[in-house]
RNA sequence: GCGAAGGUGGCGGAAUUGGCAGACGCGCUGGCCUUAGGAGCCAGUGCCGCAAGGCGUGCGGGUUCGAGUCCCGCCCUUCGCACCA
């Protein structure tokens, strides 16, 4: 080898700590000139990141030197979101507590973090677990709660059976626990929760500001799921009156019965004595039945008569009361009117149990329907018909004509309902923020005084799951008001609201009066660009838009929403390999797609990395044997940012070998270069020359533009190993202008800089550079550099390219002169001959198309 | 069922505005170098064909001088929601 090879190890060492000490992540949140808020998802301190998790960080490491180099002062801060069932249930089998687990976590992370040139302020590190954070947890809760936001009832919730505690509805995901898989039982509990749906309609309409991408939008759009309809109100034969919500109130001449949710409170005046033996049976089976056999749509509809008959309110006929667990007890008013022409469900119920269907919609230009000869309901548009005073209203006007009739009447309203439901946040375990409130005999709910918070997590030897109801003498206190006796709440937050607010903390981490100062808050909000995993669609970052709403209103912070661009990041997958009898495996207990213990072939898929899979490539691995460079650069080339992809073994080592390649470039001119200043001088270009002056200034725009909307991280590098190609081709041909190879090196360099910053960094001290690469400016272009002064333009005949012109830049240009050029190529000639030209079309810079016959 | 995203070589993926399909990388083939190669370098590599040429972006139609890109109708994959009245 004629020069010093790489040696990553080397030189990462060298420049690691060189970043922090600089001090170029630190940011003066006061006095910001250009400010940038960037913000990755912080992480859940699980154990040890992998390369997977490593991805979501590269990614804003990269955007964050860019943003430096470009003159920004950044805020991109970092830490952990340490609560939670994960670390409780871990530090349980290892018999330890998960204060300790958690914390050992962290600072394993923190060196991954150095491992790969990943630089925070770690000034600015908040840890939701640690007093100082959760103390002002407690405040959010205490604010909530006195503005009504945060209230106590007792209501039928989700109960995870293998955790141990209560779940938010988005915490059932597919009618299972979130966490563990476990279908949740239903369980009449007194709990805290958030009034989330005081704000559906807002969290809803904001969205349309947002820069998120739209599935994510569609998603919190689903999950608010606004109707809009009327509620009408039944009389009871026996007086009660049932409400009822529909978003069809022009069918309610239809409407043949009523179906009432088990739950409904008024099941137990309407049931006849002969019924109730029934009704009390089809209740408990209700109860029991788990959310999934009840969501399910293909189930069978079970249900059963009430024996009460209620009135409809527009015909005056007596119609029949039943109860069925179709009818949800929370959504709505818990009630339906049943149309079963005009609706699917309410079909197939009055088909199973004999109930009359009545017409009252009538198809356009479509044959009159049958309610015998139907085999599904009619839910498309028509006219009303058989409707009394309203037949004959056209479809268009139906429903606002039939509300406003209704509204007349005195039978019924417009309403707005939906499907968002309050947060539940009590949780029965000991790893999150006790909720302060106090029980007192004498004065009742108390909550904790602002000056007595935190209230700590009582420190005891952690043995086994546990709440903190389980822990003796917890609970025992005083009352803040009374000085009495009285009962400490014995439930910890979800840990969903430790991260609902954190990003506010991040910009006044230390404040010691307030959880945030609200006019720096403001200086910084909303987060610029917040990075993260899709998976955090609905949960997180809807409760942080909440919360933030919230906080507006209440005034502390000045702006309605926390996120003003999202971006999702894919997640990296891995072979995984699953014996059949031996389950997952290690890729070392696999040998010839066999497993190792039993010899019986193995399964392989693909999985996004996770240790239950055993499919996880370790950063420390991979770190030993490429350097963390390496591992950059192959994670961000290896697909787009925002979709899945899959790690290979093969493919890093494309990586390597092109970090190996752009070192020796450098270093192999280094002796040529020793002397050289100053930029080239285009006038002295030949034809080498100037196409590669014009490949540097191309690179140097796209890379830039792919650090904007389109975050295109693996196009930019693919930029620079196109120019690092033709750079390299360059330097092996005949007397190279030296300037020139200095002015495109040393630009790579800082192209590459925030994909390989310790390689960037060496490579630039080497180049004789004086400043560090942070202290840079990013490479500018020249458009016309770009442009170019020669281009090639295809000619299409038929539709075909047949042949390519090399033209200069300005005839090129020039329609008239584009089009003369391609008829009169020889080659074009050539083609043309016997036949006729009937169109010519040039596309200036693009293009010629010649139509023949 | 509803909604969204996607389907391009052997593979990961490019093609940003209707204008050269397959950039860049992996893999593969051949060669060079080497005691050796799971190192490095050079060349080739969408498919069919000796070639000229033809065919090619899930399938079938359409618009256009020109379609991966736009329109209509299907198929498949992934994700989200799912008896929400």
């Known amino acids: 080898m004629k020069h010093e090879s790489y040696d990553p190890h080397t030189i990462e060492e060298r420049w690691r700590d060189f970043w922090r000490e600089r001090g170029y992540f630190r940011v003066d949140t006061a006095h910001p000139k250009r400010k940038f808020y960037y913000l990755n998802m912080f992480p859940y301190p699980s154990g040890y990141l992998h390369v997977g998790h490593g991805r979501n960080y590269i990614i804003g490491d990269a955007i964050v030197r860019f943003l430096l180099m470009r003159g920004h002062d950044v805020l991109n801060p970092m830490g952990w979101d340490a609560f939670g069932l994960p670390a409780e249930n871990a530090a349980i089998e290892r018999g330890i507590h998960p204060r300790d687990w958690t914390l050992a976590n962290i600072a394993y992370a923190k060196n991954q973090f150095r491992a790969w040139g990943i630089e925070y302020d770690w000034e600015r590190e908040v840890t939701t677990c640690l007093p100082d954070y959760y103390r002002w947890t407690q405040w959010l809760f205490l604010k909530l709660y006195e503005n009504g936001l945060a209230y106590k009832k007792r209501a ?104 009432l949710a088990p739950e409904h409170p008024l099941v137990d005046a309407l049931t006849v004595p002969e019924r109730r033996a029934e009704v009390e049976g089809y209740r408990r089976a209700a109860g029991r039945a788990s959310e999934i056999e009840r969501l399910s749509a293909e189930r069978e509809k079970t249900g059963v008569f009430t024996g009460s008959r209620a009135l409809n309110p527009v015909t005056g006929e007596p119609i029949p009361i ?129 000056e007595d918070l935190p209230v700590l997590l009582p420190e005891v030897p952690f043995i086994g799951k546990m709440g903190l109801a389980d822990i003796p003498g917890y609970a025992d206190t005083v009352c803040p008001r009374c000085g009495g006796e009285a009962r400490r709440d014995t439930d910890t937050m979800d840990t969903f609201v430790d991260s609902s607010w954190y990003f506010l903390r991040f910009v006044s981490p230390h404040a010691e009066e307030v959880p945030f100062v609200t006019e720096d808050v403001n200086r910084w909000l909303p987060v610029d660009l917040y990075v993260g995993g899709v998976e955090h669609a609905i949960l997180h970052l809807l409760y942080a838009r909440f919360i933030t709403k919230a906080l507006h209103d209440l005034g502390y912070v000045g702006f309605t929403e926390p996120f003003r661009r999202l971006f999702t990041q894919g997640m990296v997958c ?161 007397g190279p202008d030296l300037q020139l190879v200095r002015a495109v090196l040393s630009r790579m360099i800082l192209l590459l800089s925030p994909f390989t910053p310790f390689l960037a960094e060496e490579l630039w001290q080497r180049l004789g550079e004086e400043r560090a690469i942070l202290d840079t400016p990013w490479p500018e272009y020249d458009p016309r550099a770009v442009a170019g002064d020669e281009v090639e333009v295809p000619v299409q005949i038929n539709g075909k390219v047949r042949t390519r012109l090399r033209l200069a830049a300005h005839a090129a240009s020039d329609p008239d002169a584009l089009r003369e050029a391609a008829l009169t190529a020889p080659d074009v000639q050539e083609r043309l001959r016997g036949h006729e030209v009937q169109r010519v079309i040039a596309v200036p810079g693009k293009l010629v198309s010649i139509v023949v016959r």
């Open 156 to 259: 039928a919730v989700n109960y995870c059976p293998n955790c141990k505690t209560v779940l938010a509805n988005e915490q059932v995901v597919g009618g299972e626990c979130e966490r563990c898989g476990t279908p949740p039982e239903q369980r009449e509990l007194d709990q805290w929760f958030f009034r989330i749906t005081a704000y559906a309609d807002r969290l809803l309409a904001d969205l349309a500001d947002l820069a998120w991408p739209d599935h994510v939008k569609k998603m919190q759009e689903n999950w608010i799921g606004r109707s809009e309809g009327a509620t009408i109100a039944f009389r009871c034969e026996g007086g009660e009156e049932i409400r009822v919500f529909t978003t069809r109130p022009d069918t309610l001449w239809g409407a043949t019965f009523l179906v």
């Open 322 to 450: 039943w109860i069925a667990d179709y009818v949800m007890p929370t959504y709505g008013t818990g009630a339906i009117m049943a149309v079963p022409a005009h609706d699917e469900r309410d079909f197939t119920f009055a088909r199973a149990f004999g109930l009359p269907i009545r017409v009252v919609i009538a198809p356009p230009d479509g044959p009159v329907l049958d309610p015998h000869a139907m085999g599904t309901a009619y839910t498309g548009p028509g006219t009303m018909v058989r409707s009394g005073p309203l037949s004959g209203t056209p479809a268009a006007t139906a429903i606002a004509r039939t509300i406003a009739y209704l509204e007349e009447q005195g039978i019924g309203e417009r309403t707005v309902v939906y499907k968002l439901r309050d947060w539940l946040i009590s949780r029965q375990r000991y790893w999150g923020a006790p909720i302060p409130i106090v029980y007192c005999d004498r004065c009742g709910v108390v909550p904790v005084p602002e």
């Open 574 to 734: 891995h072979t995984a390999y699953k014996c059949p009898q031996h389950g997952w495996l290690y890729p070392k207990e696999v040998d010839d797609l066999r497993c190792t213990k039993c010899g019986q072939e193995v399964a392989t898929s693909y999985f996004a990395m996770s240790k239950s899979k055993k499919n996880v490539v370790e950063p420390a691995d991979i770190i030993q044997r490429y350097g963390a460079d390496t591992e950059r650069l192959y994670t961000l080339f290896m697909g787009p940012p925002d979709r899945d992809i899959e790690w290979s073994e093969e493919g890093i080592r494309g990586a390597w070998r092109f970090v190996n390649r752009f070192w020796n470039l450098v270093v192999g001119q280094l002796p040529h270069l020793a002397g050289i200043a100053g930029e080239p001088d285009p006038s002295r270009f030949g034809p080498a020359e100037r196409a590669l002056w014009q490949k540097l200034h191309a690179t140097v725009k796209k890379v830039t533009e792919e650090f904007g909307e389109r975050l295109g991280l693996n196009t930019a590098i693919a930029a620079i190993m196109e120019l690092a190609n033709e750079a390299a081709a360059y330097v092996e041909g005949p």
